[in-house]
């Protein structure tokens, strides 16, 4: 069954939704990956395998601006994570209809707008129940549940946590030196622009001044006579 499962946005990673199990076999570094695996989705494929530590892995679907993502032990059959993901993604599309209505209704923009994680809390509740469902893969409900689904899962890329959250920090770094460069770049820009005010008013200054002083005694003597 799913030992953790989120519901977040894809844009950003904002959680609108987790829920975790009672046996607490999850440690708090997979807790943590788990969050920094939902901030890095806008460059991952919209399904994913991902590996995390030790006995476990991430399984995630992601559909119309929405992550739907649960850790299982690797045992767990790949394609019952994936028709449990899928009915997660039902049962919320039916949680959004009752939240901002129906009809030609843009769930995606709404989802956009929220800015408090845990919107959704108390959709907690339907994930719990649909969890019990999964928890033995054997059962006849979990079988019967895959055979509604029919979830193709062969051509689902597999990746490793690790060197997910790595290429989001070398990103994470390139983007830091590249604005570090943009302003090294423009302090550059303005420093030569104020040496070659300074050259200019070394080179021109003086005879600047004297000519000055030529029109304004020349305009004395006129103002004089």
């Not at 570094?29 to 590996?51: D, F, G």
């Not at 919320?92 to 843009?106: I, M, N, Y």
């Not at 509740?125 to 895959?146: F, H």
Request: net charge positive; charged share 30%.
């Amino acid at each position: 069954m799913a030992h953790v499962t989120y519901i977040a946005r894809s844009c950003d990673g904002l959680i609108l939704v987790e829920t975790w199990d009672d046996t607490n076999k999850v440690s708090g570094q997979i807790k943590t990956q788990a969050k920094k695996l939902l901030q890095r989705l806008h460059n991952m494929p919209p399904r994913c395998s991902v590996e995390g530590a030790g006995e476990f892995i991430f399984h995630y679907k992601m559909e119309d601006g929405v992550c739907y993502m649960a850790l299982f032990d690797k045992s767990y059959p790949k394609n019952l994570a994936f028709a449990f993901l899928e009915d997660i993604h039902k049962a919320f599309q039916e949680e959004l209809k009752r939240e901002f209505g129906t009809g030609s209704v843009d769930y995606r923009s709404h989802i956009e707008t929220i800015e408090k994680p845990y919107y959704f809390i108390k959709f907690d509740r339907q994930i719990t129940k649909k969890k019990a469902e999964y928890r033995d893969p054997s059962s006849t409900k979990a079988i019967g549940r895959l055979n509604e689904n029919l979830v193709e899962v062969s051509g689902i890329m597999r990746q490793n946590i690790e060197e997910i959250l790595h290429r989001g920090e070398n990103l994470e770094e390139v983007t830091a030196k590249a604005s570090k460069l943009k302003s090294e770049s423009k302090g550059f820009r303005d420093m030569t622009r104020m040496l070659s005010f300074q050259t200019m008013v070394q080179k021109y200054g003086v005879p600047i001044v004297i000519g000055l002083v030529v029109v304004l005694i020349i305009c004395f003597k006129l103002f004089k006579s």
